[in-house]
């Protein structure tokens, strides 16, 4: 079985612009949670979704915004990229909203 | 969530068990033990989770104490590809908004030949 896609894999953004990242969950799963990782720090959570709806968000800035779509694919916005923005974006699925979550191999955001 | 101390860093030979510690000592009765691993340039790994009996997957086995303060996950056969960031999280199991997992700095294991 097919684990969390992630794409793009690897990304390069200049400062002020938008992206979309895009995750495909295991098939089944009806939550999907994403996940902000800094060089040296451990994952930082930024948003759950759970049947399309919006059940918790990390402290991030208004500027990162999330969306889950009937297919439980979810896609994450970042506008007015900044350099700080520089991360490993990662997406991570589960059966249901409280049971173990699965990560994807991430997408790698660089931003000039 | 409560927070959780692990060491920094720690070594094991390749073929010997290896025994990672956690520390929750905050954790309440509705909080799962978690641990997950991560290799380099990948995704987090999901290896066990235990509420407070022992767990024993395919992967390694979870053992917790009696009071709940502190867990130890075994990888009874350690190999190099074992080399990893390893971190130990406490989650609500259940009754929560939301159900994310709060990463530290983990345990960097490092398997020697």
């Known amino acids: 079985d097919a684990g969390v896609t992630q794409s793009p894999t690897h990304l390069i953004k200049t400062r002020g612009q938008h992206v979309t990242l895009r995750c495909s969950p295991i098939s089944g799963h009806k939550s999907v949670s994403w996940y902000q990782q800094v060089l040296g720090q451990g994952p930082q959570f930024i948003f759950q979704?759970?049947?399309?709806?919006?059940?918790g968000r990390g402290n991030f800035p208004d500027r990162f915004s999330a969306r889950q779509f009937p297919n439980y694919s979810s896609e994450l916005n970042v506008n007015a990229l900044l350099l700080g923005d520089s991360a490993l974006y990662l997406c991570a699925s589960s059966l249901e909203v409280f049971q173990p979550q699965h990560f994807g191999d991430g997408t790698r955001l660089s931003i000039l | 969530d409560a927070k959780t101390t692990q060491p920094t860093s720690m070594d094991c030979a390749e073929g010997r068990a290896a025994n990672l510690p956690c520390n929750h000592s905050t954790i309440s009765g509705n909080e799962y033990v978690y641990w997950y691993r991560q290799i380099h340039s990948q995704g987090p790994q999901y290896i066990i989770h235990?509420?407070?009996n022992n767990e024993t997957n395919e992967m390694a086995s979870l053992i917790i104490t009696e009071d709940r303060k502190s867990s130890t996950l075994i990888l009874p056969h350690a190999t190099l590809r074992d080399t990893a960031v390893y971190y130990c999280?406490?989650?609500?199991?259940?009754?929560?908004?939301?159900?994310?997992?709060?990463f530290g700095k983990g345990t960097l294991l490092t398997v020697n030949p």
């Open positions: 999280i406490v989650r609500v199991a259940s009754g929560g908004s939301n159900y994310k997992l709060t």
């Open positions: 235990g509420l407070k």
């Open positions: 979704y759970y049947e399309k709806e919006e059940r």
